[in-house]
């Protein structure tokens, strides 16, 4: 996918600005960063716990790969006026509520060689702890077959703007292997299969996250 130089510049130094924030008068920690593949589809799996994580994990992941995009399907709410188009040019694009046939397409095109964030839960879990994944998730992956990295964010949950000196992190894991899942037949039960082993990564760098922040 064609993106514009401007754009890409737009994206990059905002998400600077962002971490500016994030890390220099707060204490936000990145560990993982080098499992993040530079080229082709790459899924960003991540639990999701607070508002900022759609600016904070961009940043997170772009601060290593500058000038490239990264794409997030968000509720269609947040698009209208003056931030509506800043979510747009940062990469970010409507969902409907339910089942979004159109939007599950454009994520789907996005992942042939593209990077892209979602959150396996569907929700926020303000309280920090870990919910049930979306088996949609697992038919897009079983579908696009990309690089899936399990994400986990901590303590951003307790962040209250402005703020200084506060702590918190996102931990990325491994690319998970799912060979063996992809052998199955293409069904509901697979792709629960799929999610469930995204949440149980998730999981895993949850608990490594939160060691490191009490650490």
């Not at 046939?101 to 702890?129: S, Y």
């Not at 000196?165 to 069904?187: H, I, K, N």
Request: charged share 20%.
């Amino acid at each position: 996918m064609k993106v514009s130089l401007l754009r890409r510049f737009w994206v990059t130094f905002s998400v600077w600005v962002i971490g500016s924030y994030a890390s220099l008068l707060n204490r936000f920690r990145v560990e993982g960063a080098h499992h993040i593949p530079a080229d082709g589809g790459v899924l960003i799996a991540s639990n999701h716990i607070s508002a900022y994580d759609t600016v904070f994990l961009p940043w997170a992941v772009i601060r290593n790969h500058p000038m490239q995009m990264l794409w997030a399907p968000a509720k269609e709410e947040l698009f209208s006026g003056l931030m509506g188009l800043v979510y747009r040019s940062w990469g970010a694009f409507p969902v409907r509520r339910g089942r979004d046939v159109r939007a599950g397409k454009q994520i789907n095109a996005l992942l042939a060689d593209q990077k892209v964030m979602l959150f396996p839960e569907g929700t926020r879990h303000k309280d920090g702890v870990l919910g049930k994944g979306n088996r949609g998730v697992g038919k897009i992956i079983y579908d696009t077959r990309p690089h899936v990295i399990p994400t986990a964010l901590t303590g951003i949950n307790r962040w209250k703007f402005p703020g200084v000196g506060l702590q918190g992190g996102v931990v990325f894991g491994a690319p998970l292997d799912f060979s063996d899942l992809y052998q199955l037949e293409d069904c509901k039960e697979t792709h629960q299969l799929i999610v469930d082993r995204v949440m149980d990564a998730i999981a895993a760098q949850l608990q490594q996250g939160r060691q490191s922040h009490e650490g």
